[in-house]
C-alpha cells in the first residue's frame, strides 16, 4: 500500500465541487482511498484518520486545497494525484485575482434591490456573513449549520429589530412564492402555508399537499432550535405574522420538534391571533389539548398534517388517518411468513432528521423499544453512533456523520457503507431507507444506494435469509431527479416502495411480530 | 399579534433577488427557477484566522 498528497496554495472550492472530484478520484482502479479537502483543521484530522500527514499538511490553511490518495501502488497514487490535478484546472478555483465579486457588499452595491443572503458557508464563518446581510438589509436563509447558539439568539435579535427574517441556521430548505432555497423540492403554489423548524419535515408535508393536487403558498424553515427556550421562537413569529398577513395562505400548518413549554405558551397566543386555521404537530410530544385555541388542531405525523391542512383549506374538516390499505397489509404479512427464526430486528438508515425522529415516534407508539443516535427519549441513545443496537433508526445526517463531509441527501456514500454494514448483521430483519429528491440533491440517489441493497438481500439469500427493504421517497413529479425512474430502480432493487415516511415506518413495523 | 414594522411580507411578495454566498450548485438552483442571483467567490477571510476575522469586522 502506497499513499502520497499534493498541497494547491490558495484555492478555494466549494466542498460539492470537491466531493465531484472525490467520486472519480475514488473510482480510479487501485485506488483504496482519497481525500479532496481544504485545508481547515477539521479536514485535517480526516486525513490523519487515512494515514496522511506530512509537513505539506501540517502548514495548510482553510484556503488551501488539500488532495490525498491511499492506493495499492505508487505509481498509481502519483497517476490518480496528477488526474484530480487536470481535473482542478479544468476548472480553476476561485483566486482572489480573477473574481470580481469577493463580498456581499459589493454584491448589494452591484444590485441594490437584492432581498435576500443564501449563505451556505461552514458554520464557522457563517454568523459574521449573515450579519453583514443584516446589516445590508438583506433577510436571510442560513442553511449552514455548527453555527453557535448566542450567534443565533443575536441574529435574530437584529432581524426581529429590522423587521428581518432569519431562516436558520441549520435551515435545510424554504420555499418562498414557489421558489426552493436549499434542498427543495418543485411544488405548486396554493393555499397552503407551512412553518418548520425540520427541513426535511418541511419538503414531506410540501411533497404530500402536492402530490394530493394542492399547493404551498410559502413554506418557512426557521432552524432546529427556533422554539427552544433561549431563542425563543423568534422566527417562527416573523413568519407566522407574515403568513397571517399573506392573502395566498388560508391554512398554517406548523412543524417542529416539541417547542419549550413557555415558547409554547406564547406560540399558542400568537396562534390564536392568526385569525387563521392552524395545524400542528410537534415530533415526539404527546398531543396536550387542554388550553388549545379552537383553531389549531394537532395531529402527530406529517401525513395526517397535510391531510388535514388540506381538509381545513377545503372547508371540509377531515378525520387523519395513518393506516396501511388491506393491499400492504397482506404484502406484509406474505413477507412477515418469509423471515428466518434468528431475524429479530428492525434498522433505519435514514438521511432525514424529522425522519428519523418520525420513526421513533411511530414506532414508540406500537410498543418497540427503539434505539438512535439523536434519540426521542434519552435514555435510548446509542452509545456508538455507528454501531446499532436492538431495533435502531440512525439520522446519517446528524453532525456526528457530516462534520467536514457533504450531507447524506448529497452524498451517499457514508449510507452505502452503513447499508452494507446493517446487511452483514445475520438478526437483521428489515432495513429501513428514505429517499429526498429535490433540487440540490444528490441527482441519482436511488443509484448511489442501490447496489449496496442489491449486495446485501443477495448475501442474505446466500445464507438462507430473506432481508426485507423498505424505502420511502420524498419528492414530485417535477423534481430534478425523475421521481418515477428513481422509485422504479429501488423497486428492481429489491425495495417495497412508499411515498410517505410515515406509511413505510408502518409498513416496516408490520414486518416484524 | 404585536403589530412591529416588518419587512417580511416584501420578501413573500416577490420577486426574490439573491445574494449567494457559498455552495455554486445554490446559486445554479435558483437561475434554474428564474430567481436573479448574484453569486459572492467568497473564500476564509483573514486566511481562516478566527482572530483576524473579529478584529476585521469589528474595524469594518
Not at chain 1, 24 to 29: G, H, P, Q, Y
Not at chain 1, 366 to 389: A, C, H, I, K, M
Request: aromatic residues 4%; charged residues 20%.
Amino acid at each position: 500500500m502506497s499513499s502520497g498528497f499534493k498541497v494547491r496554495p490558495n484555492q478555494y472550492f466549494d466542498s460539492i465541487f470537491l466531493m465531484g472530484v472525490n467520486k472519480r478520484l475514488s473510482a480510479i482502479d487501485g485506488v483504496r482511498q482519497s481525500a479532496v479537502l481544504m485545508g481547515s483543521p477539521a479536514n485535517k484530522r480526516l486525513l490523519a484518520d487515512i494515514g496522511i500527514s506530512g509537513e505539506g499538511v501540517d502548514v495548510a490553511g482553510p484556503n488551501d486545497l488539500l488532495l490525498a490518495v491511499v492506493a495499492d501502488t505508487s505509481q498509481i497514487v502519483e497517476d490518480a494525484l496528477g488526474r484530480s490535478e487536470a481535473w482542478i484546472e479544468g476548472r480553476g478555483g476561485v483566486s482572489p485575482a480573477r473574481t470580481s465579486v469577493r463580498t456581499q457588499a459589493r454584491a448589494v452595491a452591484d444590485r441594490p434591490d437584492a432581498n435576500l443572503a443564501v449563505l451556505s458557508i461552514a458554520g464557522e464563518y457563517a454568523a459574521a456573513e449573515a450579519r453583514k446581510a443584516l446589516k445590508a438589509g438583506l433577510h436571510v436563509f442560513l442553511f449552514s449549520s455548527n453555527v453557535p447558539l448566542e450567534d443565533e439568539i443575536a441574529l435574530k435579535r437584529q432581524a426581529a429589530e429590522q423587521g428581518l427574517l432569519v431562516m436558520g441556521p441549520d435551515c435545510g430548505t424554504s420555499l418562498i412564492g414557489g421558489k426552493g432555497l436549499g434542498l427543495a423540492n418543485a411544488v405548486r403554489r396554493g393555499a397552503i402555508g407551512v412553518i418548520a423548524s425540520a427541513g426535511t419535515g418541511l419538503q414531506e408535508f410540501a411533497c404530500q399537499v402536492h402530490n394530493a393536487g394542492f399547493g404551498i403558498s410559502h413554506a418557512i424553515g426557521t432552524g432546529s432550535r427556533d422554539l427552544s427556550a433561549a431563542v425563543g421562537g423568534l422566527s417562527t413569529f416573523a413568519a407566522l405574522e407574515a403568513l397571517a398577513r399573506d392573502p395566498g395562505t388560508e391554512v398554517i400548518a406548523l412543524l417542529s420538534k416539541p417547542p419549550a413549554p413557555e415558547t409554547l405558551r406564547r406560540l399558542l397566543t400568537r396562534l390564536e391571533e392568526s385569525g387563521k386555521p392552524i395545524v400542528g404537530c410537534f415530533f415526539g410530544a404527546r398531543p396536550e389539548t387542554s388550553g388549545l385555541p379552537p383553531s389549531v388542531q394537532l395531529v402527530q405525523t406529517i401525513d395526517e398534517a397535510a391531510q388535514t391542512a388540506i381538509g381545513r383549506a377545503q372547508g371540509a374538516p377531515v378525520a387523519p388517518s395513518l393506516q396501511l390499505t388491506p393491499l400492504e397489509k397482506e404484502l406484509a404479512n406474505s413477507l412477515r411468513a418469509r423471515r428466518s427464526h434468528g431475524q429479530i430486528w428492525l434498522r433505519g438508515v435514514l438521511s432525514g432528521g424529522t425522519f428519523c425522529y418520525q420513526a421513533q415516534q411511530i414506532l414508540r407508539g406500537l410498543g418497540l423499544e427503539v434505539r438512535s443516535n439523536t434519540p426521542l427519549d434519552q435514555d435510548l441513545g446509542l452509545e456508538d453512533p455507528n454501531r446499532s443496537l436492538g431495533h435502531a433508526v440512525i439520522d446519517m445526517g446528524d453532525e456526528y456523520f457530516t462534520l467536514a463531509r457533504p450531507h447524506p441527501m448529497i452524498d451517499g456514500t457514508l449510507r452505502r457503507e452503513r447499508i452494507l454494514a446493517e446487511g452483514r448483521d445475520p438478526e437483521l430483519a428489515v432495513l429501513l431507507l428514505d429517499i429526498v429528491l429535490g433540487f440540490n440533491a444528490s441527482m441519482d440517489p436511488v443509484g448511489e444506494l442501490s447496489g449496496a441493497i442489491i449486495e446485501s438481500r443477495r448475501s442474505a439469500q446466500a445464507q438462507g435469509r430473506d432481508l426485507a427493504v423498505v424505502a420511502s421517497v420524498c419528492g414530485t413529479d417535477g423534481d430534478p431527479q425523475d421521481l418515477a425512474a428513481q422509485a422504479k430502480m429501488l423497486e428492481d432493487a429489491g425495495a417495497v416502495v412508499f411515498s410517505s415516511n410515515a406509511r413505510a415506518v408502518l409498513f416496516s413495523a408490520a414486518l416484524l411480530d | 399579534m404585536e403589530k412591529k414594522p416588518t419587512n417580511v411580507m416584501d420578501l413573500l411578495e416577490g420577486p426574490i433577488i439573491a445574494v449567494n454566498v457559498g455552495l455554486n450548485t445554490f446559486a445554479e438552483s435558483l437561475k434554474q427557477q428564474n430567481v436573479e442571483v448574484v453569486q459572492v467567490e467568497w473564500t476564509p477571510p483573514a486566511g481562516g484566522n478566527k482572530a483576524m476575522i473579529e478584529l476585521l469586522e469589528k474595524l469594518l
